[in-house]
């Protein structure tokens, strides 16, 4: 049985602003255990990326906890945020550098995934010479610099036109279950979270709170794009739709 490794209970935050206080999360609890790729919808403005921010500590809870077990953390954010004037090569060294764990092992660790997921051949280019999905990658495989226990995505795919981002997605899952890491996902995108994750959670419009949990049943297919030829995959569609809309 596959151990909880991030325990969210009872958590409320609230934002303190000079117009006065804003409940962001209120009552939320839900676990992520380890191997486990969980997505998180809601509606818009509902405070997804905020779980995120207290996921890794960012943030302390107004009240309840967040148990964490001293985790490591990797964030993956909506846009590469690539360097433009440091090599791919040095992009993906650089949370090495900012942990002071600069080490030739370390950089041959990193260099490694880098040539096992497709990205030997532009180490030595600039992020302009790379595709949006290439670029991607090479965000990735730096947020995997420093071997974190678990990966924190924020909407990693929503600056991509359609046809990358079903390329991308594939390439994300297959990086994340192969380096067999545990990942919660923030993402406005019904078909991106069934495609993608074991888990999803949908939320519940301001101050969000879990509505609905669901252990998606796709069996051993795990590759996104297989999944959308799923005969299930509609019906899990419609219902999440349903639950976020209704």
């Known amino acids: 049985m596959k151990k909880e490794i991030l325990r969210f209970r009872d958590v409320k935050l609230v934002y303190h602003t000079l117009r006065g206080e804003t409940i962001a999360v209120e009552n939320l609890t839900f676990s992520l255990k380890e191997g486990e790729f969980i997505a998180v919808i809601g509606p818009s403005g509902c405070g997804k990326t905020t779980l995120?921010?207290?996921?890794?500590?960012?943030?302390?809870?107004?009240?309840?906890?967040?148990?964490?077990?001293?985790?490591?953390?990797?964030?993956?954010?909506?846009?590469?945020?690539?360097?433009?004037?440091?090599?791919?090569?040095?992009?993906?060294?650089?949370?090495?550098?900012?942990?002071?764990?600069?080490?030739?092992?370390?950089?041959?660790?990193?260099?490694?995934?880098?040539?096992?997921?497709?990205?030997?051949?532009?180490?030595?280019?600039?992020?302009?010479?790379?595709?949006?999905?290439?670029?991607?990658?090479?965000?990735?495989?730096?947020?995997?610099?420093?071997?974190?226990?678990?990966?924190?995505?924020?909407?990693?795919?929503?600056?991509?036109?359609?046809?990358?981002?079903?390329?991308?997605?594939?390439?994300?899952?297959?990086?994340?279950?192969?380096e067999r890491k545990t990942a919660l996902l923030i993402t406005h995108d019904i078909s991106e979270a069934i495609s993608l994750a074991d888990r999803v959670l949908v939320l519940s419009a301001r101050p969000a709170t879990v509505r609905f949990a669901h252990e998606l049943d796709f069996g051993d297919v795990v590759n996104p794009l297989k999944r959308r030829e799923e005969r299930n995959f509609s019906a899990w569609f419609e219902r999440l739709w349903r639950e976020l809309n209704g």
């Open 52 to 178: 995120l921010s207290l996921a890794a500590g960012l943030l302390p809870p107004s009240d309840g906890e967040v148990l964490n077990d001293g985790l490591s953390f990797g964030y993956m954010l909506q846009k590469d945020e690539l360097f433009p004037w440091r090599t791919i090569e040095k992009n993906i060294f650089l949370p090495l550098e900012i942990k002071k764990i600069n080490t030739a092992e370390n950089r041959e660790r990193v260099k490694l995934l880098a040539e096992k997921y497709g990205l030997s051949e532009f180490l030595h280019s600039y992020p302009s010479q790379l595709s949006g999905g290439m670029r991607q990658r090479a965000a990735l495989i730096r947020t995997l610099a420093t071997n974190p226990d678990v990966l924190l995505l924020d909407e990693p795919f929503s600056a991509l036109d359609y046809q990358t981002r079903l390329n991308v997605t594939e390439d994300v899952s297959q990086i994340i279950r192969s």
